[in-house]
T-cell receptor, first 113, second 114 residues
Framework: DQQVKQNSPSLSVQEGRISILNCDYT??????FLWYKKYPAEGPTFLISISSIKDKNEDGRFTVFLNKSAKHLSLHIVPSQPGDSAVYFCAAISTGTASKLTFGTGTRLQVTL | GAVVSQHPSWVICKSGTSVKIECRSL??????MFWYRQFPKQSLMLMATSNEGSKATYEQGVEKDKFLINHASLTLSTLTVTSAHPEDSSFYIC??????????FGSGTQLSVL
């Protein structure tokens, strides 16, 4: 049972344009969401997070939006840069379960010149 | 910032052998570490929660006798894949969190069992 879903396995965006990565979840107990970025042969690195009490969190070029009623979140990267090319995982947690993250399957972003 | 070190990065072994993977928190004490596994094109799946000084808590479907976890100190957790078989070939990754902070991940271990 995949509780966190990233339905787009890959995405290609031109440099300078906006990248939008989507994530859906089914577990209504999730109350904290995170995005991780992963390069090949490396571990995921934390990118940005959002609590369920918010609907938007912004950090530089990265913005995460949360729509609780739709159980949907998205990561916006603008402007996209070639160095953003990586696999992006969304993850969710129910803070009552002591940091047990549930990950999506990842979306591979390719930023082209 | 906090760093989690994982070793080795790559392992190739023969079927039937055991492989040990180490996960170290380099500049903080981690009472809890997590072990994940990722098969190609699938998500990171939590295998077990490693608790310092006590037995690990395994997720449903993960064989505790197959994947031995030892968290002997506040900075080291090890995962031993016993009698590895080709179907155990996967990407294994650990993570740890300093109290109240986000998770930090190791760089992962790609295990290939021949």
């Amino acid at each position: 049972d995949q509780q966190v879903k990233q339905n787009s396995p890959s995405l290609s965006v031109q440099e300078g344009r906006i990248s939008i990565l989507n994530c859906d979840y089914t577990n209504s107990m999730f109350d904290y969401f995170l995005w991780y970025k992963k390069y090949p042969a490396e571990g995921p690195t934390f990118l940005i997070s959002i609590s369920s009490i918010k609907d938007k969190n912004e950090d530089g070029r990265f913005t995460v939006f949360l729509n609780k009623s739709a159980k949907h979140l998205s990561l916006h990267i603008v402007p996209s840069q070639p160095g953003d090319s990586a696999v992006y995982f969304c993850a969710a947690i129910s803070t009552g379960t002591a940091s047990k993250l549930t990950f999506g399957t990842g979306t591979r972003l390719q930023v082209t010149l | 910032g906090a760093v989690v070190s994982q070793h080795p990065s790559w392992v190739i072994c023969k079927s039937g052998t055991s492989v040990k993977i180490e996960c170290r928190s380099l500049d903080f004490q981690a009472t809890t570490m997590f072990w994940y596994r990722q098969f190609p094109k699938q998500s990171l799946m939590l295998m077990a929660t490693s608790n310092e000084g006590s037995k690990a808590t395994y997720e449903q479907g993960v064989e505790k006798d197959k994947f031995l976890i030892n968290h002997a100190s506040l900075t080291l957790s090890t995962l031993t894949v016993t009698s590895a078989h080709p179907e155990d070939s996967s990407f294994y990754i650990c993570s740890a969190s300093r109290r109240g902070e986000k998770l930090f991940f190791g760089s992962g271990t790609q295990l290939s069992v021949l």
